[in-house]
């Protein structure tokens, strides 16, 4: 069934950058979750076998939507049978009572694949809506933002689709794609310079991102060659201090401490980056339910 998923809507998926073999055994799974191994028990003891209807997932409050397409892969995980129409794009501002998705088809597969379906998409749209925030926050200014990988276990791929759809932009993927020297690579390797010379000689060809507690270390970090500094939990001033120390031979990342009603003062200190754990790990879900039509 995941093959066919996947060559069903695989273009769709592709188009958005996800991968649609990945995102079908993703939904897969997450159906398999829910059953248990049993059966929907309510739903067959409450819908006739061979009902059909159709419904549409409706946004109960305003927010971006994000997740459409997986959405889809989750009903037709559930059935093949089942027809979905995106109403809405990724990425779009919705408001509220506004449908997204329609999906036609036996009811009972409809009703089996709701919760997963929503959970799925009521989690990332609420990414994407927290990110528009942020964004938002900062616009005007050169400063962008974007995700760091404090992710949920499993799904980062979707989280940080969820953030490009919200109008940030994604950090490394994983350990392997991108070097990060934190404090305790330092204090492992005795300095800055030190940590950065190992890194550099190790993988020479991956981009290299220094965190710095202090200025001194920043100053440290330019000396040694650094061309992307994070300034780990920096106030205001010390951040404009950190721009003005890298004149342009660095970009700088702000992150630590970091709320929506400071994004701002932040941005305009003349950092090139806001990274925020928050767009990830403390995104509030979009409400988002379905409303079912029975035919006939």
Request: glycine share 12%.
């Amino acid at each position: 069934m995941t093959g066919e998923v996947a060559a069903g809507i695989g273009g769709k998926l592709a188009s958005v950058g996800l991968d649609p073999a990945m995102v079908a055994s993703f939904a897969a799974a997450a159906l398999r979750e829910d059953l248990a191994g049993g059966t929907d028990v309510t739903t067959v003891a409450t819908v006739p076998a061979g009902g059909r209807g159709s419904g549409d997932l409706v946004a109960r409050t305003p927010g971006v939507v994000a997740g459409l397409p997986v959405a889809e892969a989750v009903f037709a995980v559930a059935s093949a049978d089942l027809d979905c129409v995106e109403l809405a794009a990724d990425g779009d501002q919705v408001g509220a009572g506004q449908p997204v998705l329609s999906v036609t088809g036996p009811i009972r597969a409809i009703l089996t694949a709701e919760r997963t379906a929503l959970n799925v998409l009521c989690h990332l749209s609420g990414v994407a809506t927290q990110t528009r925030r942020w964004v938002d926050a900062v616009a005007g200014t050169s400063a962008v933002i974007r995700d760091t990988r404090k992710t949920t276990p499993g799904l980062r791929t979707l989280e940080k689709y969820a953030v490009r759809c919200g109008g940030g932009v994604n950090h490394r993927m994983s350990l392997s794609d991108a070097a990060l020297i934190k404090d305790n690579h330092v204090a492992a390797a005795g300095s800055v310079a030190r940590a950065f010379a190992a890194v550099r000689a190790q993988a020479p060809e991956l981009p290299l991102e220094v965190e710095c507690d202090t200025l001194e270390q920043v100053a440290e970090a330019l000396a040694a060659g650094a061309d992307l500094i994070l300034l780990d939990n920096f106030t205001v001033a010390d951040m404009a201090a950190a721009v003005r120390l890298a004149g342009g031979r660095a970009l700088l990342e702000a992150s630590g401490g970091l709320t929506l009603a400071s994004a701002r003062a932040v941005a305009e200190t003349g950092v090139d980056y806001l990274a925020v754990g928050a767009l990830t790990h403390s995104a509030p879900a979009l409400d988002i339910g379905l409303d079912l039509v029975p035919a006939g």
